[in-house]
């Protein structure tokens, strides 16, 4: 009679050259490293935290055809991404400016600030996409006046150079309603 030899789960993943569990990351883990990477990490680590959540597996030959494959699909995309943001940083390069209609007192200073929400929610008005955490602000806006707000459209996306842009945004006293 035959026996079966019983696989425990752990011995699954192959060990590195330091003891730990060698895997495959499916996703970008912050300091760990990139989607593709082949990474050796510890097993409690691997088995509570990268394996529950889809962020990595186990380096068999077919999984490593697709994340090949993915990581084809995912590139496209990216590059795809690239070619919009730099679209739309010619648009806004070509845009005349936004105005804010602020409350303001009649030296000019503002009942509160401008910041990078409502910037976002002007550009957005124009129908440009451009989230709040897009805007980078020295400070918040705090009197009228004209000013050049800077876009930061996209950071290192596979070591391009950032894709930044430049918009004007006049900040204005609003109107009384009477």
């Known amino acids: 009679m035959a026996t079966k030899q019983r696989v425990r789960r752990r011995d699954l993943a192959p060990r590195g050259p330091h003891g730990g569990m060698q895997l495959v990351l499916t996703e970008d883990v912050t300091h760990l490293g990139k989607q593709g990477d082949v990474v050796e990490v510890k097993a409690g680590y691997a088995r509570n935290y990268l394996l529950p959540r ?6 068999t030959p077919h999984n490593l055809r697709l994340l090949e494959r993915f990581k084809i699909r995912v590139r496209q995309a990216r590059e795809a991404r690239v070619a919009d943001l730099k679209a739309l940083a010619e648009q806004l390069q070509k ?24 910037i976002s929610k002007g550009l957005k008005a124009k129908g440009l996409l451009i989230e709040p955490d897009m805007v980078h602000l020295e400070g918040a806006i705090k009197e009228t006046g004209l000013y050049a707000v800077k876009l930061q459209l996209a950071t290192d996306l596979d070591g391009e150079t950032k894709i930044e842009a430049e918009v004007k945004v006049a900040v204005i006293k609003a109107q009384e309603k009477k």
Request: hydrophobic share 40%; proline share 7%; net charge negative.
């Open 54 to 59: 889809g962020l990595a597996t186990v380096p």
């Open 95 to 118: 845009m005349a400016g936004i105005t804010i209609e602020a409350n303001a007192n009649e030296e000019g200073h503002l009942y509160g600030s401008v910041g990078a929400p409502e």
